[in-house]
């Protein structure tokens, strides 16, 4: 086996790929730039889904290679083990209805090895067993096809796995989009099997998963319903840290030279306070060197704009940062550690990314901000155990209610896994069905006042506030048509006089678009489009691709209006019933709210 770095191999693959005809493309932004379905990029299909569906000829050609940012954030509690992390880089090469099975097969056994050094004995695949029986609804045949071609290379059939779909089938990344049957490649550790039904797949250890083949036959519709795309790509992604971790021996990813320099830092920052469990300390370690890598990674993308905040992917990156200062904490480095591992990991990468040095000067006050606002919060919240805790100790009680460990985790933004680590520490336990009976009230209570507070964004119910109201949801529809599905709402504010509107972009609306905005919300008004209202669920609303301020508590049932087929919003109202009424609409200004964040206020005529 060869004993790469994550730049020789990244080198090496798309030499690779580059000699059986692919064009190196470069990765994209891990802030995906036009897919409202995923907020970050998971893998290097998500760029290329327009080509991928056949919608536009890719300019590089119908063969691709590239290395793309990903992350994955749905296993955050798992980082900390040997193998989750959240983010990680993808190495891929594409058929954009070019070539099919044989060839990606055939290459990716040619280039594990022979080039990686992986011996044939250490490889295992998976491939897809099929689903439902032939001649019924729902069928999709199993791969024999890929099964033949993996044992014409020399992978005999005992070293084959015919698996379900949960294991063999892949995307679509978000709700919709283009997906298939997938084979994966596993490096066997040569480590005992943990039982009999041990396999590739199993989360044990023995088999590692370095890379996946995707035959993208399908897609995935509005409907859910797999339904054949008529093209035959070829979406394949090589994990690089798992990859490096495989060919080196490391034990795990994060004892790679891609985390070398990383984990140095945390050591020599970390003071353990003594008698800490060698285990706990060593999640913490990993936990941090991975969030904060992340972090770094999305707070200094090319396409910017995500900051610490409480919605959506501005909610994930404090979710990393915030995670990172507690475990922090518990192996004693010091406050202001984020700014220094930022440094480190920009030092580490900015060869291959760049935008980490360029951005890092911008973001810093963001990062640094966000991390002593955590200090501060969790300080608060210390206090307030340690006092309880006292008091209960003074009265011989050995249990914390179900009411305090709520307060710790809403107030102080302490887990409960915590408060029970701290209790436990102390001797104590923590009344765990009474937190969640008290975190289940709160979200009743939050869903009705948010609710309320939607409507209390309507000053009054007068007529000209309603068609107001419908003249943001046209604007709305408008931001996206001429801006792209990233144009998202963030705030409305409504008045007699004028609407307000603020929404993500980035820069200042050029005066084309001004204009076009304003030519099409006309447009619609002069169609005399009817507005309609159901009451649905949340769910059902997402479903058919209505907007909502997502990350918001909606209740149970929620209303949504719909204009025509020009927008759907998930909304309290009141909306006029037709947009005649509302006459015409005019933009009168488009400035900053903030940054990363645009303001529009408008006028509608007949007022
Ligand atoms: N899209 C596939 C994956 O994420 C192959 O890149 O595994």
């Known amino acids: ?158 070293r084959i796995f015919r698996l379900p779909r949960e294991d063999n089938w892949w995307g679509p990344a978000g709700t919709t989009g283009p997906c298939g049957p997938d084979t994966e490649m596993f490096i066997d550790t040569g480590k005992e099997k943990c ?87 060593l999640k913490a370690r990993r936990v941090i060197a991975d969030h904060m890598r992340t972090a770094t990674f999305i707070l200094c993308d090319p396409k910017g704009g995500v900051k610490p905040g409480n919605v959506g992917a501005n909610y994930v990156l404090r979710r990393l940062i915030r995670r990172a200062v507690r475990f922090a904490r518990m192996i004693g480095i010091a406050p202001g550690f984020t700014l220094t591992l930022a440094e480190t990991i920009c030092q580490k990468y900015k060869h291959v990314y760049p935008e980490l040095e360029m951005n890092l000067a911008t973001c810093r006050t963001d990062l640094e901000a966000e991390e002593a606002r955590f200090n501060r919060t969790l300080d608060k919240g210390e206090a307030r155990y340690n006092k309880v805790v006292s008091a209960l100790k003074e009265h011989g009680q050995s249990r914390i209610s179900g009411k305090l460990a709520f307060e710790l985790y809403d107030t102080f933004g302490f887990p409960f896994e915590m408060t029970c680590e701290m209790a436990a520490k102390d001797g104590l336990e923590v009344d765990k069905a009474g937190f969640e009976e008290a975190n289940r009230k ?19 119910n007068s007529a000209v506030v309603t068609r107001m109201h419908t003249a943001t949801h046209l604007l709305h529809a408008a931001l996206h048509k001429v801006l792209g599905p990233t144009a998202n709402q963030k705030g409305s504010n409504i008045t007699a006089e004028r609407l307000r509107f603020d929404f993500t972009w980035p820069e200042p ?19 005399g489009i009817e507005v309609t209202k159901k009451t649905t669920t949340v769910e059902e609303a997402k479903k058919e691709g209505a907007m909502a301020l997502f990350g918001s508590k909606y209740g149970d049932q929620v209303s949504l209006y719909s204009i025509g087929d020009v927008s759907k919003e998930i909304c309290c109202g009141p909306h006029v019933a037709n947009t005649k009424e509302l006459g015409s609409f005019k933009i009168q200004k488009e400035q900053s709210s903030s940054a990363g964040v645009r303001r529009i206020k408008a006028v509608i005529g007949n007022m």
């Not at 193998?83 to 990680?88: E, G, Y």
Request: charged share 25%; net charge negative; hydrophobic share 35%.
């Open 1 to 158: 086996m060869n004993n790469l770095t994550a730049d020789e191999l990244r080198e090496m693959y798309q030499s690779f790929f580059e000699s059986k005809g692919h064009k190196r493309i470069p990765g994209a932004s891990v802030i995906p730039e036009n897919d409202p379905t995923v907020l970050f990029t998971t893998a290097g299909m998500h760029p290329l889904v327009p080509y991928l569906m056949g919608q536009m000829p890719h300019p590089a050609g119908t063969r691709l290679t590239d290395v793309q940012k990903c992350v994955r954030t749905g296993d955050i509690d798992e980082v900390g083990d040997a193998a989750h992390l959240t983010f990680f880089e993808m190495l891929g090469n594409w058929s954009l209805n070019d070539y099919f099975k044989k060839e990606a097969i055939s290459w990716s056994f040619e280039f594990l090895t022979t080039k990686l050094g992986f011996k044939p004995e250490q490889l295992n695949v998976t491939v897809f067993r099929g689903e439902g029986k032939e001649g019924e609804e729902g069928y999709i045949p199993a791969d024999e096809e890929a099964v033949e071609i993996w044992k014409s290379v020399g992978i005999p059939e005992e």
């Open 195 to 281: 039982g009999p039904d041990c396999r590739p797949g199993c989360h044990c250890g023995k088999y590692i998963e370095i890379w996946n083949d995707v035959f993208m036959q399908y897609n995935k519709n509005e409907e859910g319903k797999f339904v054949p795309l008529g093209r035959h790509n070829v979406d394949t992604g090589m994990g690089v840290e798992r990859t490096i971790c495989m060919m080196s021996g490391a034990a795990t990813v994060y004892d790679t030279e891609i985390f070398a320099p990383i984990m140095a830092k945390i050591d020599e920052l970390a003071n353990v306070p003594e008698g800490m469990d060698p285990a706990e300390v």
């Open 442 to 460: 709160h979200q009743e209570l939050s869903r009705t006042t948010s609710a309320g507070s939607f409507k209390a964004g309507l000053q009054d």
């Open 509 to 527: 609306m050029t005066a084309e678009q001004k204009a076009e905005v304003e030519k099409l919300v006309n447009g619609w008004i002069e169609q």
